[in-house]
């Protein structure tokens, strides 16, 4: 399918435009209608993800002990039993006692977060981030 | 003085345009500007908190028990010591038990961080949370 | 009513409870029970809000254009239709552009989020915070 | 080296201590020390960002487009000119548009943020997000 863009007019007042233009020429960016529309994405994602209806992407990352009596084992059959909600899931040793899995999932918000709470409350689970993105369907 | 305002234009894909004004009308706005801008402006002020070389404005908002031994002469003296700092504040009963205080402040990041974090460890106050705004000027 | 305490043991790893009491004391705590309480109350509060079933405390905080044509009048007039909510209000002059204004509300976290959403939407308010909080009944 | 753990006691409203038993069940948690534990990790783990003297993990999760010019391997070289920084990358085809990539790092916070913030601004990379973790030396 062909994709329309639209350009439409905005207006700011110089000094707002001027710190804008300052701010985002520091993080990198070259033009500032990239800025804005990374701007709008965020919040549309983040809306996305509070009304909770349709399908999401969400990253998962955790910490946990390597020396956890059978949490290994654990989170393998964990993450096969929701192998619907689970595209992916990357190991990283970070030294003697612990490791790093960041899992890739898609489904509904709670859903995702069911899973990130359930892998929390593991024993040997010592730190978990929820990542919040999106499928690219309709908002990208 | 006169401010100026700056007209621009920026480009979008239809798709995430028709999500993004359906989203702007929900939450009321009757104009795509006006939402633009308030992205911006949510941006640059979130970095000048990060930066902490400019002033900003700060709303410390808190929840203590009235029954704590001395902790409200204590809570006076405290923002008479950071007099230069705090603007107002506003004091609620929420029930037998418990006061809100809500203290306006201005200074540089770091400063109201430091009050805060400051009121939080007091014994007696309960939760705390920090607004962090801006003076307004430059960046609105 | 008499409160009743209890008192039970936690254990912890001696290198992470070095770092916790290091970090504690560096933010003006005398005491890990009551650095532990906070975290305890910050984690169950922030639960009432998004469960959003019982009454909680929300601070608004908003700059707005002193300039922007009946804006004023329209903030008194939104704030009067929702008295019910709105507990007080602060208001501060910041410069001969800008006013801050921090309301303290009273509800269901929706009906402040939905208060916070349109005041955001007029036209001539140039950023607002909402900070969550809570009534103290129960989890204090 | 073995690692010692200690033991200690809080006390705590009944209250207090009934909503958090009541809520951390709900999560999944069998044991209210592991509970605890969590909480003060996320907050050590939050403080190492916050004052970004030691080495961290972060995870950057960003959707792009597929179709954006030479973004692909422009992504790639930028990756190998920093894999100093990066321990790992997951890629997954998100639809015919977009792709999904996962970038696993290690660094101090300011660097990890550098390479997020530059990734953000390439053309055709539409939402990013960092997820904030640790290496697990001395906090965990």
Not at 42 to 49: D, V
Not at 60 to 84: C, G, M, P, W
């Amino acid at each position: 399918m062909k994709e329309k863009v639209i350009r439409f007019g905005i207006s700011l007042n110089d000094k707002l435009l001027s710190s804008f233009d300052k701010t985002i020429s520091s993080e990198g960016y070259t033009n500032r209608s990239e800025a804005i529309r990374d701007l709008i994405r965020e919040k549309l994602i983040s809306k996305e993800w509070i009304k909770g209806k349709r399908e999401v992407v969400g990253v998962i990352t955790f910490v946990y002990s390597h020396h956890a009596r059978e949490l290994d084992s654990h989170l393998i059959n964990f993450q096969h039993h929701n192998y619907k909600l689970i595209i992916s899931s990357t190991h990283i040793h970070l030294n003697e006692e612990n490791c790093l899995e960041v899992i890739i999932s898609r489904g509904k918000p709670q859903e995702i977060q069911k899973i990130a709470d359930l892998i929390k409350s593991f024993r040997g689970v010592k730190h978990i981030t929820l990542s919040m993105t999106t499928t690219g369907e309709n908002i990208l």
